[in-house]
């Protein structure tokens, strides 16, 4: 006996060709994440900025001295 496939095999609403061909059970528990939150300066961001800067000018006048 053959194997039954849907007819649609992608979801419109999912509006990403990677999401569309995702099962609904997986996609249900995907979050959406607006895209002005992501974008955003936070005080995580210039903290971690700021470590890798002097850790690497550190490192680089290591090798230089």
Do not use: C, K, N
Request: charged share 25%; no cysteine; hydrophobic share 50%.
């Amino acid at each position: 006996m053959p194997t039954r496939r849907e007819l649609v095999l992608t979801d419109e609403s999912a509006r990403h060709p990677f999401r569309a061909t995702l099962p609904p059970s997986v996609r249900e528990d995907l979050i959406d994440i607006p895209a002005e939150s992501l974008w955003r300066l936070t005080m995580q961001d210039v903290r971690g900025f700021a470590s890798v800067y002097f850790a690497v000018t550190a490192g680089v006048l290591a090798f230089i001295l």
